[in-house]
């Protein structure tokens, strides 16, 4: 996920009862575990190895080897992620989160592709309530009526496979729910749209005409991107109007991960270097899949 200069550095920001946008509260980063260890024996992303970067300087077109690469590295991201479902509830740690994909990751023989990347601590990011993206699990419990992104990566067999979804913890109130449909209606006009020769653009387009139908805001510093043996590579996709150029060709492989507010669009980045929250306080949903672009329109890896 790329972060554009529309966010700025603050040091502090109050957990406290929000009214203006639903029945929830603002929570801030707290302390956190140390980073989960990972057995020699899995195979490390070159981030982490430090061999040469094999980035794509254009969008990148696989063949079929490096397909069903990104198909099984993706299907054990989904697999992980849709586990989480019965797990999130009230009283759970965002570190228990943390701790229990790590598990899950190492177990499969993959790496957690977040971990140690340009310095992220965790194995998965963890973004609860007005915490934009890249929130880090930390020893807050969830509280009834929080929602929750839990993005999950892995790097498996040689390929990266993202995604993310945004859960309901407990007895969420009307808008919040409201905020995380639409979050994910405005993803599933968007993959319905990809074909061949779309262009990149569209999916902005899209996005933000749905969103703005509903009343919500899409945040514009977030974008997806490519993704393959690199974990962030061209093409970006900006999920709000934009002219970034290029077509879609069958064999392309990227992320679409829109990011909704009820409020306005400003967020702040904390003193961590990491936490993205809103500067109102409004709550955010994401939700991410990587999709496959196939000659007939567009196939879901991480469904």
């Known amino acids: 996920m790329h972060i554009s200069s529309l966010i700025r550095p603050i040091g502090q920001f109050w957990r406290t009862?929000?009214?203006?946008?639903?029945?929830y509260e603002k929570v801030?980063?707290?302390?956190?575990?140390?980073?989960?260890?990972?057995?020699?024996?899995?195979?490390?992303?070159?981030?982490?190895?430090?061999?040469?970067?094999?980035?794509?300087?254009?969008?990148?077109?696989?063949?079929?080897?490096?397909?069903?690469?990104m198909r099984a590295s993706c299907q054990l991201a989904a697999?992980?992620?849709?586990?989480?479902?019965?797990?999130?509830?009230?009283?759970?740690?965002?570190?228990?989160?943390d701790d229990l994909i790590h598990y899950f990751i190492i177990n499969a023989n993959a790496y957690p592709s977040p971990l140690h990347y340009r310095g992220f601590p965790k194995s998965v990011c963890t973004s609860v309530n007005n915490v934009a993206v890249h929130g880090i699990p930390d020893l807050r419990p969830l509280a009834n009526g929080d929602i929750v992104n839990v993005d999950i990566t892995v790097y498996y067999n040689g390929y990266h496979g993202d995604c993310s979804k945004t859960f309901l913890v407990g007895a969420v109130d009307a808008k919040?729910?409201?905020?995380?449909?639409?979050?994910?209606?405005?993803?599933?006009?968007?993959?319905?749209?990809?074909?061949?020769?779309?262009?990149?653009?569209?999916?902005?387009?899209?996005i933000h005409r749905y969103a703005k139908s509903k009343g919500l805001t899409v945040l514009p510093a977030f974008a997806g991107h490519g993704i393959g043996k690199y974990f962030h590579g061209?093409?970006?996709?900006?999920?709000?109007?934009?002219?970034?150029?290029?077509?879609m060709k069958a064999g392309m492989t990227f992320t679409i991960e829109p990011v909704l507010s009820h409020g306005r669009e400003n967020t702040y980045i904390l003193d961590d270097g990491w936490t993205v929250v809103t500067e109102d306080g409004s709550r955010t949903a994401q939700c991410e899949h990587t999709i496959l672009i196939t000659e007939g329109g567009a196939e879901i890896l991480t469904r």
């Open 17 to 23: 009862h929000v009214k203006k946008f639903g029945a």
């Open 79 to 97: 697999s992980i992620l849709n586990r989480m479902q019965s797990f999130i509830q009230p009283g759970v740690r965002t570190d228990d989160i």
């Open 176 to 206: 919040g729910q409201e905020l995380v449909a639409v979050t994910e209606e405005c993803l599933s006009h968007a993959i319905k749209l990809c074909g061949p020769d779309v262009p990149f653009c569209d999916i902005g387009l899209r």
């Open 234 to 247: 061209p093409p970006d996709i900006f999920h709000m109007i934009n002219r970034y150029p290029g077509l």
């Open 28 to 69: 801030y980063p707290i302390e956190t575990t140390p980073s989960r260890p990972v057995p020699d024996h899995i195979a490390r992303p070159d981030y982490i190895t430090g061999l040469p970067h094999g980035i794509p300087k254009l969008p990148e077109t696989k063949d079929q080897e490096q397909i069903n690469g």
